[in-house]
């Protein structure tokens, strides 16, 4: 093995699973910011093994959530998109599972894959009105990584939306990439609000279990005074909006293939209107306002040159930050190709509790790293409209290049601090 000791995170979970390995549940690593819910599950996994626990097992352990969120995404287009055979979906799913970011931690003992696998079967229970079952699956989730609270809350949220007929849905809440103003959000609303009121007792009998789920999480927050486990200096909440803007250009970048494949090219690029122009400078005004006030640099950003986001950020704050405003028109371009893509599947209402969630687990967070973008990220790519053919085979050739170049430099190309023992070795 190449890499046979705990490497980056690692050091922080590998030992807290091997004392769990040994019985001692009670000795808690305050480095460790995120509950037990990694330990937990390998032990139950490795329960004929233990105390040996080794580094290589319980990394296999995580493997598993690979096999996991294969079929469970495979289930999910079942639901979402009824039109796609059985060889689609699967060809789907595969594709979507070697998504970078989530592939290559998959292959570290870290909480990322347990987590994605424990909401994605949340979702997919809650599409199948088993809301008690769901529940479980957010707590579940919610154990490996405290902001799956929130997505717990867009599964409770887009299953009251369902509670409408086909018929009424699209009276209310049509299509997102076919609305024309303002107004029609507003109508929604109202509309969703009136169905809910119409529906008010199966409104109470979906939530009560992910009210139960929200009733104890408040309760854990308030024993610990927080949110964050263990070490909460580095993990201080933040107004970090700009977040927003680096997750679209992200999503976009990486489902390029997919928006190419169901969006038509003339409508990504349709010739705006005066009144689309007027929208158009109003909102890149708000977001270079923001990326003024709230652009965020964590220390960690700037002194570990170990991941992409290094690299990614030293070259956008180059020439006195004049690149962080420049990149302003490439979030909206970004935002817009998403949006369109998400847009022709799901219907406004579905986007904007999907935009809150987003919101809420991103803005918070006051680094830039790509593996807080994993769940809204499949989310958003399992919920838009699927590529078929040559679009998805480019997709799965993008996602597979970045993999073997990312595995190839952390494999073959470690190098050495100076102020630092040990081998060190680029990663996402």
Not at 126 to 155: C, D, E, M, P
Not at 180 to 204: C, D, E, W
């Amino acid at each position: 093995m190449i890499v046979p000791h705990p490497y980056m995170d690692e050091i922080f979970h590998i030992p807290q699973a091997q004392r769990y390995c040994q019985g001692d549940y009670w000795t808690w690593d305050p480095k460790l910011t995120t509950p037990p819910g990694l330990y937990v599950i390998s032990n139950i996994l490795l329960a004929a093994r233990r105390p040996v626990c080794s580094a290589l097992l319980l990394r296999l352990t995580n493997l598993s959530y690979t096999f996991i969120i294969l079929f469970t995404v495979a289930s999910l287009l079942k639901t979402i998109h009824p039109h796609l055979s059985r060889q689609e979906r699967l060809n789907s799913a595969a594709v979507i599972i070697c998504f970078p970011v989530l592939w290559f931690f998959n292959f570290l003992y870290y909480t990322d894959g347990g987590s994605s696998a424990f909401i994605l079967l949340s979702w997919l229970a809650a599409k199948k009105r088993y809301h008690f079952i769901s529940a479980l699956g957010s707590a579940a989730a919610v154990t490996f990584r405290q902001t799956n609270i929130v997505w717990s809350l867009f599964i409770v949220g887009t299953a009251l939306l369902e509670l409408s007929t086909p018929a009424e849905r699209r009276r209310f809440d049509p299509k997102a990439a076919f609305i024309q103003s303002p107004y029609q959000l507003i109508q929604a609303l109202t509309g969703f609000i009136q169905m809910l009121l119409s529906k008010f007792t199966r409104v109470i009998a979906i939530s009560l279990p992910y009210m139960g789920l929200l009733a104890g999480f408040a309760a854990f927050v308030k024993w610990n005074g927080g949110i964050v486990l263990g070490d909460r200096s580095n993990h201080v909440p933040s107004m970090h909006v700009v977040q927003l803007f680096y997750f679209a250009a992200f999503s976009a970048g990486m489902s390029i293939f997919a928006i190419l494949g169901v969006v038509p090219v003339a409508r990504l690029f349709r010739r705006p209107t005066f009144r689309s122009s007027l929208i158009m400078l109003t909102v890149a005004s708000i977001m270079t306002l923001c990326v003024y006030k709230f652009t965020n640099v964590h220390p960690f950003l700037l002194a570990d040159n170990r991941h992409y986001t290094f690299y990614i950020w030293r070259l956008m704050s180059r020439y006195n930050g004049i690149i962080l405003f420049a990149l302003v028109p490439t979030y909206m371009a970004a935002a817009w190709f998403c949006w369109q893509a998400l847009g022709t599947e799901q219907t406004i209402l579905w986007i904007v509790i999907y935009a809150v969630a987003t919101m809420l687990t991103l803005i918070p967070s006051p680094l830039l790293e790509f593996r807080y973008f994993i769940t809204p990220y499949l989310i958003y790519r399992i919920a838009m409209r699927q590529p078929r053919g040559v679009w998805l085979f480019l997709e799965l050739l993008f996602y597979t290049a970045i993999n073997a170049a990312t595995v190839w430099i952390f494999l073959s190309k470690p190098f050495r601090w100076a102020h630092q023992e040990g081998v060190q070795r680029f990663m996402w």
